[in-house]
């Protein structure tokens, strides 16, 4: 039990999954040192607000959620992506006590200690072993790297966190170890270019379980594989060595879910976008990866509207969502990021043709989807279930082609000794554009 004294912080957490891990390590850094999460305004003796600086949307966003923080409660610390941008922020609120950069874990610390007194005796054992985590207890996100060695021209990521940093590879095995054997069931693997992993520490080799492992992603893939927990594979680009993983796939040690930031298929946007990694030949080798797995399930994110984009480029992107059955994809029309390099280029596309262009996309991509669902009746698969659903024994899970949050959810009836963290063989028998329902087998 937390002190009744115990200083109580409340967090607000925006963004990517990467910002999520981000805020989870600030809780566990407070916890440790004695401090209470509060899970609400009022109860705070003091907010923090982990922002987003990616898109001017989400720049909109955090500076709303600062304000409101500011309003509901008045004592405010702002971190995050944004807060690499300190005059941005102290020109819309100039009351925010103070402001940190993306993972400056002391700084922020330091923030805290100044405008609220920290307690005299930490409660260090109040800690669990795996540190605190704000997704739900069942799977957990693992961060391998921070930072980046690309330079796409449409992204401020590389100048707001820098370059590439990986973790060691036994760390970040044994923060996996340790999340399983506090029950987690699912490991969602981020970074901002999964791929690039251990190239910065010329991936270094390190004992873990008495074996060599390299900081490298086919070894992180191995080493997660002999968990027993589901992995997920986030943020992958097409570099030959993925075909490696793909044959964990094949063997069940890693999930049949690819998730690879694609962006676009044409090759004037891409080189315009200074991507990584060749996209020639990646519908062949798409179709390589689906039939060793059949079951593979490929996310993907697109930017429509980018630059220089001409209709011919977009016909070229919808015929590649289209062949390669891109089976999940988030699309955004491009937005102008300050600082980022894609604002000079020539070209600009109009807001109608962008809009008109979006519209487009996720038509397709809807047809995309509903047939993949469609062909998922009849089919029995494991279901991990996230929460409990309206009535006696109904329940919203995922499939191995669902990841949290972003992709579709599976609705289970007719299971009333569920629980949810669990895995449950379900008989798929209907489906719509995104969804699965099913029953247990
Ligand atoms: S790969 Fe490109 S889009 Fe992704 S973080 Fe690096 S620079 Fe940004």
Not at 76 to 105: M, N, R, S, W
Not at 233 to 238: D, N, S
Not at 436 to 441: D, H, N, T, V, W
Request: hydrophobic share 40%.
């Amino acid at each position: 039990m937390t002190p009744q004294s115990a200083p109580k912080v409340g967090i607000v957490s925006l963004g990517c999954p990467k910002a999520l891990v981000d805020s989870e390590r600030i809780i566990t850094r407070l916890r440790a040192e004695g401090y209470a999460i509060s899970p609400d305004y009022a109860g705070a003796d003091l907010v923090l607000v982990n922002t987003c600086g990616f898109l001017d949307s989400a720049r909109e966003e955090s500076l709303d959620a600062i304000g409101e923080a500011i309003e509901q409660n008045g004592k405010v610390i702002v971190t995050g992506c944004l807060g690499a941008e300190p005059d941005v922020i102290e020109k819309a609120h100039p009351k925010v006590l103070a402001i940190t950069g993306p993972h400056q874990y002391e700084q922020v610390m330091g923030a805290v200690h100044t405008h609220l007194t920290p307690p005299p005796d930490p409660k260090r054992d109040l800690i669990p072993e795996s540190g605190l985590r704000l997704t739900p207890r069942h799977y957990a996100y693992l961060k391998i790297s921070e930072g980046c060695n690309n330079r796409c021209s449409f992204c401020i990521i590389p100048k707001l966190r820098g370059d590439l940093v990986s973790r060691p590879i036994h760390h970040v095995l044994t923060e996996a170890e340790r999340l399983v054997g506090a029950g987690v069931k699912e490991l969602l693997v981020i970074s901002q270019d999964t791929s690039a992993y251990g190239l910065d520490v010329k991936y270094a080799v390190h004992k873990w379980r008495d074996r060599d492992y390299q900081t490298r992603f086919i070894d992180l893939a191995r080493g997660l594989g002999t968990l027993g927990a589901w992995v997920r594979l986030h943020y992958v680009y097409p570099y030959p060595h993925v075909d490696e993983v793909v044959e964990l796939m094949a063997d069940g040690a890693v999930l049949p879910y690819l998730d690879i930031p694609f962006q676009h298929a044409s090759p004037t946007v891409l080189k315009a976008m200074k991507r990584p990694a060749k996209q020639d030949r990646v519908l062949e080798r798409i179709k390589s990866w689906r039939a060793a797995v059949p079951e593979l399930a490929i996310r993907s994110t697109f930017i429509v509207g980018f630059p220089g984009e001409t209709e011919e480029d977009f016909e070229v992107l919808l015929d590649f969502i289209r062949e390669a059955k891109i089976d999940r994809a988030g699309c955004f029309k491009y937005e102008n990021v300050a600082h980022a390099d894609s604002g000079e280029l020539p070209g600009h596309v109009p807001e109608d043709v962008k809009e008109e262009r979006w519209h487009r996309f996720m038509a397709a991509q809807a047809e995309i989807s509903a047939a993949r669902a469609a062909a998922q009746i009849g089919s029995v698969q494991d279901v991990i279930i996230d929460a409990s659903g309206e009535a006696e024994g109904e329940w919203i899970g995922r499939s191995k082609a669902d990841a949290p949050e972003i992709d579709g959810v599976v609705y289970l009836s007719g299971a009333p000794d569920a629980r949810v963290g669990e895995i449950v063989s379900a008989k798929i028998h209907d489906a719509d554009e995104y969804d699965l329902y099913g029953m247990p087998a």
